[in-house]
């Protein structure tokens, strides 16, 4: 099984040149969306602690900003990755990448990087930034849990579109990746894609 989800990852992002985006104030970073086979392959998402300057308390990809020592966005997600759960960039295998995306309120330009592991890593995480490390099957993640933006959760309600896993709500910048994401999977077989939502305006059409 192994051996073939790198193929069909390998596969699914072999025909796409990801968008770059440019924002006048915005700042770089990057996030790791690491896969792992198993009986269901499977994301690793954390929840961020609530001591954190941005995006307090929300479900992420493992990541943050570019630094200028970082020879490149891929380099920036796995130390970034390393920093907070460590994962041990040696075990990561970049597969591909997702288009740019904005954070437009915290004015952030997200490089998204896939990354594959051959097995279930050990992961640690790092309790100055992450408050639970969240494992979650792919095959999990189907429109029966997936929610349009408005909807209410525990008395809160949400802005954007969102997967509510386990009780986690996983909305935001990284709802929108995991949209991306899934659609790009789904073009090459290994989950359903997503149905259609009204949360998002992005990107715009047209190159760039």
Same mark, same amino acid.
């Given at each position: 099984?192994?051996?073939?989800?790198?193929?069909?990852?390998?596969?699914?992002?072999?025909?796409?040149?990801?968008?770059?985006?440019?924002?006048?104030?915005?700042?770089?970073?990057?996030?790791?969306i690491a896969?792992?086979?198993?009986?269901?392959?499977?994301?690793?998402?954390?929840?961020?602690?609530e001591t954190?300057?941005?995006?307090?308390?929300?479900?992420?990809?493992?990541?943050?900003?570019?630094? +200028?020592?970082?020879?490149? %966005?891929? #380099?920036?997600? =796995? &130390?970034?990755?390393? $920093?907070?759960? *460590?994962?041990?960039?040696?075990?990561?295998?970049?597969?591909?990448?997702?288009?740019?995306?904005?954070?437009?309120?915290?004015?952030?330009?997200?490089?998204?990087?896939?990354?594959?592991?051959?097995?279930?890593?050990?992961?640690?995480?790092?309790?100055?930034?992450?408050?639970?490390?969240?494992?979650?099957?792919?095959?999990?993640?189907?429109?029966?849990?997936?929610?349009?933006?408005?909807?209410?959760?525990?008395?809160?309600?949400?802005?954007?579109?969102?997967?509510?896993?386990?009780? +986690?709500?996983?909305?935001? %910048?990284? #709802?929108?990746? =995991? &949209?991306?994401?899934? $659609?790009?999977? *789904?073009?090459?077989?290994?989950?359903?894609?997503?149905?259609?939502?009204?949360?998002?305006?992005?990107?715009?059409?047209?190159?760039?």
């Open positions: 099984m192994s051996i073939e989800l790198e193929r069909r990852l390998r596969s699914a992002f072999a025909d796409h040149a990801p968008r770059k985006v440019q924002l006048p104030e915005a700042r770089a970073a990057a996030v790791l896969i792992y086979p198993g009986p269901r392959p499977t994301l690793i998402f954390t929840v961020r602690t954190l300057p941005h995006h307090k308390g929300q479900i992420s990809f493992p990541g943050g900003s570019v630094d +200028h020592g970082d020879a490149s %966005v891929e #380099a920036a997600a =796995l &130390r970034e990755a390393h $920093e907070e759960i *460590a994962l041990e960039p040696a075990d990561v295998t970049v597969v591909g990448r997702l288009d740019d995306t904005p954070t437009f309120v915290t004015s952030y330009v997200v490089s998204p990087v896939v990354g594959y592991l051959q097995h279930r890593p050990a992961l640690k995480p790092n309790p100055a930034e992450v408050a639970e490390i969240l494992e979650v099957p792919l095959e999990d993640l189907v429109d029966e849990i997936r929610r349009e933006p408005g909807f209410t959760e525990r008395g809160r309600t949400f802005p954007t579109e969102a997967w509510v896993w386990n009780g +986690h709500v996983i909305w935001g %910048v990284t #709802a929108r990746l =995991l &949209r991306i994401l899934l $659609e790009r999977l *789904a073009a090459a077989g290994l989950t359903k894609a997503p149905g259609a939502t009204t949360s998002w305006d992005w990107p715009p059409p047209g190159p760039g």
